[in-house]
C-alpha cells in the first residue's frame, strides 16, 4: 500500500465515524503527498513511526504536564516507542482517575459548605449560602464563573453554580 493510500483510508474511516456518530468531528490528514514528503515522510513505515513519536510527546504531557522534549526519538526503536507510549497511557489514566477523585472531593466539601452556610443566621437557599461563601472568599464581585471554579477548586463543569449573579 502506498503512502497516499493509506492515508485516504484513514480519512475515510474518519468519515464513515463521523457520520456514524453525528455532533462529533476529526481532523482529516492531508492528502497532498508532496506536504508529507516535505516532512521526510516517504512510505507509511515512515508515516506510523511519525505519528507514534507525535503520541508519545503529547501523551507525555497527559501524564506528566509538560510535554516530552527529553526524548532522542531518532535512537527508539517502534518497539520502544510503542512500550513508552503504551505507559504513558496507563499514567495519564491513572491521574486522569486521581483528578476525577479529587474533583468529587472539592465538589462534596463545597456542597456540605453551602449547606452548613444556610445554616446561619438568615440564609436559608442555596443561592444566599453561595452568594455568602463567595464573599468569605473575596470572589463576589467575580464574573467569570470559570475563575471561581478554579479559585475553589472545583471542576469547571461547575460554572453553572455561578452564573447568576450573586
Not at 482529516?28 to 507509511?44: A, P, S
Not at 474533583?103 to 455568602?132: L, N
Amino acid at each position: 500500500m502506498t503512502l497516499l493510500e493509506h492515508i485516504k483510508n484513514i480519512n475515510a474511516k474518519s468519515k464513515k465515524w463521523i457520520n456514524e456518530n453525528p455532533g462529533s468531528w476529526s481532523g482529516m490528514l492531508v492528502e497532498d503527498i508532496k506536504h508529507w514528503n516535505d516532512q521526510g515522510i516517504f512510505t507509511v513505515e515512515d508515516f506510523e513511526r511519525d505519528t507514534l513519536i507525535t503520541n508519545v510527546y503529547e501523551m507525555h504531557k497527559e501524564a506528566f504536564g509538560v510535554k516530552g522534549r527529553h526524548y532522542n526519538f531518532k535512537a527508539m526503536t517502534m518497539e520502544q516507542l510503542e512500550k513508552e507510549f503504551n505507559m504513558l497511557c496507563d499514567v495519564a489514566k491513572e491521574v486522569r482517575e486521581a483528578e476525577e477523585k479529587s474533583e468529587a472531593k472539592a465538589f462534596d466539601d463545597f456542597m456540605k459548605r453551602v449547606e452548613e452556610t444556610k445554616s446561619f443566621g438568615d440564609c436559608k437557599t442555596q443561592a444566599d449560602a453561595i452568594r455568602w461563601i463567595l464573599q468569605a472568599e473575596g470572589l463576589d464581585e467575580e464574573k467569570d464563573a470559570g475563575y471561581i471554579c478554579y479559585s475553589l477548586g472545583l471542576n469547571y463543569d461547575k460554572e453553572y453554580l455561578f452564573k447568576t449573579k450573586h
